[in-house]
């Protein structure tokens, strides 16, 4: 397939790697000269360096013999630009990143046609769908949604008083489980297993599930007997994904809370969010998480545009009483240490809308992934369309 990708920024140089890897022909635009560079050092793709919203630039990227177009600019409305002039041209399909809530509510208002695009990827609702799915399957460390949200991937970390400890996976008879569900992978001290009917899970593993989504409460209750839905929930940061989570939220748990230290801005989202209580100030301050009632809260969730104060503000709410905490990064290191430092999950919306397109690329359905560890390439490959 010929793919022209608008973007040489995260999103869109993961893109150009991998899709060019599986044999596709991709054109890169990017107009920072710089990066435009950095990108043709390290990708084997055509950099080509200017304006993707320029005609003559789209033309040189041979967009009228392109299939498709990914615009993933820093800028909405190039994006949106970009995909009306590929159609245009001819390009049957075409995919913008669009992170204003604004635009995507006129979007979803008017319907994707009107502005020339197949679909409107928005990493930080995106995000925000991935923390409302970690939240609704507690104790899960990571999610993901196949076959339109009615196949789930739950992963669990096993203790000792788990009831799956010692039974051999052969064993796990329907007329015992009624609501189905397979364990695709465990890993186990950091290797990766698939496991067969002669494996059995340990104290220690964590493990790896697919279920059909009428499954999930049921096996949450076998499980992880002793954990339960939250009922108390602060959110740190009134960024994007920070005020979907909560509207997401909010009439799904009995208490939410969102902390933001910019004051003008905590005011002005309290107007928009008429059950969520909004509290101005840091959240690396203890005595602002005490305000919260941080002692009762059973997820801190933190999603402030500031990497290093979410995962701070998680490592001290966890260890002022906080049962599970989540933080949003675009870090890729953070995700190799939060397990040192006692943070639930982390999710990296960057990489998470990446995985979005190539679903989407690939012929699949859109679905909400959140970070999975190294045996990703292997659970994956188990997973149905």
Request: hydrophobic share 45%; proline share 4%; aromatic share 4%.
């Given at each position: ?102 635009l995507n509510d006129v979007i979803n208002r008017f319907g994707r046609a009107h502005f020339h695009v197949n679909e409107i ?265």
């Amino acid at each position: 397939m010929r793919l022209v990708i608008c973007g040489a920024g995260v999103i869109g140089s993961n893109l150009a790697r991998h899709l060019s890897g599986e044999g596709h022909e991709v054109n890169l635009i990017e107009q920072d000269r710089r990066v435009a560079l950095k990108a043709s050092e390290k990708l084997d793709v055509k950099v080509l360096v200017g304006s993707a919203s320029q005609p003559s630039v789209l033309e040189l990227a041979d967009i009228a013999e392109a299939e498709m177009v990914i615009a993933v600019t820093d800028s909405d409305l190039s994006n949106l630009a970009i995909c009306s002039l590929a159609a245009a041209y001819g390009t049957r399909s075409r995919i913008a990143r669009v992170r204003s809530m604004g635009l995507n509510d006129v979007i979803n208002r008017f319907g994707r046609a009107h502005f020339h695009v197949n679909e409107i990827i928005n990493p930080d609702e995106v995000a925000a769908q991935a923390i409302a799915k970690v939240l609704a399957a507690p104790g899960s460390r990571e999610v993901a949604d196949f076959a339109e949200d009615k196949v789930l991937l739950r992963s669990f970390d096993i203790f000792s008083d788990s009831p799956l400890i010692g039974i051999k996976l052969k064993d796990l008879k329907a007329k015992d489980f009624p609501w189905p569900f397979l364990v695709v992978a465990i890993n186990r001290n950091g290797s990766v297993i698939i496991p067969g009917g002669e494996n059995t899970v340990e104290d220690g593993d964590r493990i790896y599930v697919i279920l059909p989504k009428p499954s999930l409460p049921e096996f949450l209750t076998f499980v992880h007997p002793e954990v339960r839905l939250p009922r108390k929930v602060v959110i740190y940061g009134a960024t994007n994904t920070g005020v979907s989570l909560a509207m997401s939220i909010e009439d799904k748990v009995k208490e939410v809370l969102l902390l933001e230290e910019n004051r003008s801005l905590a005011e002005d989202v309290a107007g928009t969010l008429s059950a969520v209580r909004v509290i101005s100030g840091p959240a690396s301050e203890a005595d602002i998480l005490h305000e919260c009632g941080i002692e009762a809260t059973d997820a801190f969730i933190a999603v402030s545009a500031n990497d290093h104060s979410n995962l701070v503000s998680a490592v001290l709410a966890k260890k002022m009483g906080a049962k599970t905490a989540v933080i949003t990064t675009n870090q890729p290191e953070y995700v190799g240490i939060v397990g040192a430092l006692d943070i639930d999950a982390v999710i990296n919306p960057r990489l998470l809308a990446t995985d979005q397109i190539l679903r989407f690329v690939r012929g699949g359905r859109i679905s909400t992934l959140a970070t999975l560890p190294e045996c990703k390439a292997e659970v994956l490959e188990l997973l149905p369309e």
